[in-house]
């Protein structure tokens, strides 16, 4: 499904990764390993194409293009628009995705992120909420969007134990539908019985 | 998604955006008047002539100064949390973004300006028809200067020392369009004014034209 071939890059004089190649197929997680500033969150940055390699390509069921359809979950921001409430953030993405709005499938998200409680979804604006919280939001943002490809950066930051399980199903129902996830993390007791493949770096 | 989709939802959700940080949208509306109010009690009285090229000159002042408010935090909003990173990460067209945003700041450069000319006539009753004569000339020079003011603003909003880097390229850029705006202007005012209103209206649109197609293409290079 996504492919990653001879990936080579670095900051100025200090080359990150040289000639890295591997594939993540469909209905499987790639666990991006390594040592801190070894450059995991940068190869999500590359294929995500925010970042441009020095040499090497990604492509996506072999076809190389300028943006292919992902979802982006970095390490440090959540992407919310912090003024508006739960609602307005989430269809605001579905409909940048070309989605047209589905408040099923939003109920049912809602719902498993915990954040169903009417006043907290309609009223309440996301700056207010807690790290955790803003946090599941984004994972729910990142379900609701219905992408092929997720690319997770530490997407356990701030989660309890039960927002941890729910990410396991999340990522579970998300390979079953034949999508693919790209992960980093450094907490992998959460991940039990998902189909790994390790990438080191 | 189709361009048209886009520059609707980004639009949508920049004016609900704007709506809910309503120190953001009524920061320049409030700047205008004051400085308006502030001329009006500072300035002594002057021949009829005079006066009117001082109240041009005010309100040219007020509503640069204003929108120069609104275009530096244009992206402000979409820089908190990363918002910008992952809209690029989409598949947006970059037209459709930038217009989005032409939209928003447009809107509320008007909203400035009506709000300003309506307290330039309470101010000054009798000069009532020449002040919303004014309308047109300064609704154009915002329509030019909003491009420019959109794809500095995107230019900066990651940059070291933007607050001083932001004005510095604007300025310059910026003062053919205050030209001619004040030129139409003074010619509405006075008969003596240099040039006829439609030659320089004819070029502040010529201008807007020129900005728009200018910066709408190197928005799509800046943000690719």
């Not at chain 1, 921001?77 to 939003?106: C, D, K, T, V």
């Not at chain 1, 609701?144 to 199903?169: I, K, M, S």
């Not at chain 2, 004819?202 to 197609?213: C, H």
Request: aromatic share 10%.
């Amino acid at each position: 499904m996504l492919q990653v071939k001879d990936l080579s890059f670095g900051y100025a004089a200090k080359p990150l990764f040289q000639n890295l190649t591997f594939e993540v197929d469909k209905k499987q997680i790639c666990h991006i390993v390594g040592n801190n500033g070894v450059g995991k969150s940068t190869l999500l940055a590359l294929i995500a194409k925010l970042l441009t390699p020095s040499s090497g390509s990604i492509t996506l069921d072999l076809q190389e293009t300028n943006r292919y359809p992902i979802e982006f979950l970095s390490a440090e921001h959540n992407a919310h628009l912090l003024a508006q409430n739960i609602h307005n953030n989430l269809e605001f993405w579905r409909q940048l995705s070309g989605l047209p709005s589905h408040p099923e499938l939003l109920q049912s998200i809602l719902k498993r992120w915990q954040l169903s409680t009417s006043s907290l979804a309609d009223s309440l604006p996301v700056h207010k909420f807690s790290t955790g919280m803003k946090r599941r939001l984004a994972l729910a943002r990142v379900c609701y969007t219905e992408r092929p490809v997720w690319l997770l950066d530490e997407p356990t930051f701030g989660l309890d134990r039960q927002a941890q399980d729910c990410l396991h199903d999340a990522i579970a129902s998300h390979l079953n539908s034949g999508g693919c996830v790209l992960l980093v993390t450094h907490q992998i007791n959460w991940l039990k019985n998902l189909p790994l493949k390790e990438v080191n770096l | 998604m189709n361009a048209v989709s886009q520059f609707k939802t980004l639009f949508t959700f920049g004016l609900k955006n704007e709506w809910r940080h309503k120190e953001r949208m009524f920061t320049p509306v409030l700047f205008s008047l004051a400085v308006i109010l502030l001329f009006k009690f500072t300035s002594a009285s002057f021949s009829e002539d005079i006066e009117a090229k001082i109240m041009i000159g005010q309100i040219l002042v007020t509503c640069f100064l204003a929108l120069q408010i609104i275009l530096q935090r244009t992206f402000e909003l979409d820089d908190t949390d990363g918002v910008f990173t992952l809209i690029q990460t989409y598949r947006i067209s970059p037209s459709a973004w930038f217009c989005a945003k032409f939209a928003n700041i447009v809107l509320l450069g008007l909203l400035v300006i009506v709000v300003l000319l309506v307290c330039m006539n309470v101010l000054n009753p009798g000069q009532s028809e020449l002040i919303w004569m004014f309308f047109v000339p300064i609704a154009l020079a915002v329509l030019a200067l909003s491009p420019l003011g959109i794809l500095l603003s995107a230019l900066t909003a990651q940059a070291n020392g933007r607050q001083i880097l932001f004005p510095i390229l604007y300025f310059p850029l910026s003062t053919p369009v205050l030209i001619s705006s004040s030129s139409v202007c003074l010619q509405y005012a006075t008969d003596n004014a240099v040039g006829s209103p439609s030659a320089w209206l004819g070029l502040l649109v010529g201008m807007s034209i020129i900005f728009f197609t200018l910066c709408l293409l190197l928005f799509a290079e800046l943000v690719d």
